[in-house]
């Protein structure tokens, strides 16, 4: 029986996180397209750029409140970190864990994180650009 509860708790978290994600995907969409609609260039992604700042600056605000304060129950983080800001962005991840490695001291794990992501993520894309080239051309 307990069991039970258990995979109920892990069911309902992923239903918040979904859900979340849902409502983090849209966001990302109208936004995006709004700014760079806003912006009027085609050079640089203004609208990325945007929801990143923006997915930065929300994860670093509650992410104090949380740590300071003791808001938000564990459901309702995953419903906003993981779901709405990871949909919306996981940029704001990516940079709250490299100031919580910063914050631990940890400055060389902090500009390695920075640098394997960048290279790392830059590849990714080339890598899936000339795979898909080379499949579909």
Do not use: D
């Amino acid at each position: 029986m307990r069991n039970l509860h258990k995979r109920e708790k892990i069911l309902y978290k992923i239903f918040l996180i979904g859900f979340g994600g849902f409502f983090g995907a849209i966001f990302r969409y109208i936004i995006s397209g709004s700014v760079q609609k806003w912006a009027k260039s085609i050079y640089f992604p203004y609208g990325t750029l945007a929801v990143n700042l923006i997915g930065c600056f929300v994860i670093g605000f509650l992410s104090c409140l949380m740590e300071t304060r003791g808001f938000f129950s564990a459901e309702l983080r995953s419903l906003i970190f993981i779901g709405i800001l990871g949909a919306f962005t996981t940029f704001s991840t990516f940079s709250y864990e490299t100031m919580n490695l910063i914050n631990n001291g940890e400055n060389l794990l902090a500009v390695a994180n920075m640098g394997i992501h960048l290279v790392l993520g830059l590849a990714s894309v080339w890598i899936g650009h000339i795979l898909a080239y080379q499949i579909w051309r």
